[in-house]
């Protein structure tokens, strides 16, 4: 049934989660409240969507408009949320304001539990190639909510990327670098590629290119102490931040390689506003 | 939720009762829109009875303080409890909205 749902527009996921969690919770001790991971887990769920939204507040504050944006998901140790956004500079700022809630939050963490957060930035084209569905099973108790859920190559890819990252880093999908690079102001993002890596099921196994995210003026806490043990933080501390020009042309010799090689896109963001 | 809309002295005071989350943050927002669309130039949220606010209910207030930005209204907000402070306080809108300790003080400040 053609409706609403799968008019082109682009979603844009944003996924944080907890790094060592797994031995956190099997190391600590309980007492008569309970297990102690129990209060780092509750604060992570309530706080970082609060810091998020902060953030969002000061990445607008000279915008006339805020885009949609909301909590998607909680799966496990690990909030994912949506956005929409209606332009490139939306989701420039949306970008930066995930980046800037990674960092903080990370630092936050640290100073109270022996864990730390690390983010995936993605985004997917809602068109033929990804769709938007609803799932009746999932309505709320309210029938005028219903529950959306979005399927296709380019979000499944996000969910596989969230596994190259290390702590306190944010790493972004090629088509969202590719977006961002291609605008005039940068707004203090700078990227690093810093490899290539397969992804299962993605782009029929050819090797994904792996873009971190980092800002002059924020940079993670703790890479000085972490980089031996961490390829991602060895790639930041040895490469300068690529100049946007060279990150167009490597993600365009990557699409034109994929296409070529095995028909895999890499399906570039548009918005109406570009048209 | 509950919500109450009243004018006082020119402001529309906008009173909740419970909770503003994923819920009900839609209500809120097309009450408060009804408002804006009407041509509400000065808006006062009284928190007086909210026991929690999420960051669902923290972009509905962000939202409407863009929308008046852009109108030329303004918007306070007042009455916080403990608990919604707190979320006012890790989210940084303490510092980005204008909040006041009671209705009347929010009035004497529009």
Redesign the interface.
């Known amino acids: 049934m053609p409706n609403k749902l799968n008019q082109s527009r682009v979603a844009m996921f944003m996924s944080v989660d907890i790094s060592g969690s797994t031995n956190f919770k099997s190391e600590t001790q309980a007492d008569d409240k309970g297990p102690a991971w129990v209060g780092a887990f509750e604060e992570f769920f309530r706080e970082v969507p609060l810091i998020m939204m902060g953030q969002i507040a000061a990445a607008f504050i000279f915008e006339d408009e805020v885009p949609e944006c909301s909590v998607w998901k909680v799966i496990g140790d690990e909030i994912v949320f949506l956005a929409h956004p209606t332009s490139a500079r939306q989701t420039q700022l949306l970008t930066n304001a995930f980046y800037n809630t990674i960092i903080n939050y990370d630092s936050k963490i640290f100073e109270r539990w022996p864990l730390r957060v690390r983010g995936c930035c993605w985004a997917a084209q809602i068109s033929n190639r990804n769709r938007q569905i609803e799932i009746p099973e999932m309505m709320g108790s309210d029938s005028s909510q219903t529950y959306v859920d979005y399927l296709g190559p380019d979000v499944d890819t996000g969910f596989r990327l969230g596994g190259c990252v290390g702590r306190g880093q944010l790493i972004l999908s090629s088509n969202l670098v590719q977006l961002l690079a291609g605008l005039e102001e940068s707004e203090g993002i700078q990227f690093h590629y810093v490899g290539r890596k397969v992804l299962k099921g993605v782009y029929k196994g050819r090797p994904y290119p792996l873009f971190l995210m980092t800002r002059q003026d924020c940079m993670p806490k703790t890479w000085e102490w972490e980089a031996e043990e961490d390829q991602g933080l060895v790639a930041l501390r040895k490469n300068e931040p690529m100049p946007y020009a060279e990150i167009l042309k490597l993600v365009d010799q990557i699409q034109n390689y994929l296409n070529r090689m095995c028909h895999a896109m890499i399906e570039s963001l548009t918005f109406d506003t570009d048209k | 939720m509950e919500i109450n809309i009243k004018e006082v002295n020119g402001v529309n005071v906008v009173e909740f009762t419970g909770n503003l989350d ?2 009900t943050a ?1 209500e809120a927002e097309s009450q408060i829109n009804g408002l804006l669309d009407a041509g509400a130039a000065k808006i006062l949220v009284n928190f007086e009875n909210l026991n929690y606010i ?3 209910g ?2 509905v207030l ?2 409407t303080a ?1 929308k008046m ?2 109108s030329g209204g303004s918007l306070k907000i007042c009455s916080l409890n403990s608990t919604v402070q707190e ?1 006012f306080d ?4 303490s510092t ?1 909205l204008s909040l006041a300790a009671n209705e009347a003080d929010a009035l004497a400040a529009f």
Do not use: D, Q
């Open positions: 994923t819920n839609p999420s960051s669902a923290l972009r962000l939202a863009k930005m852009v979320v890790i989210s940084g809108f980005i």
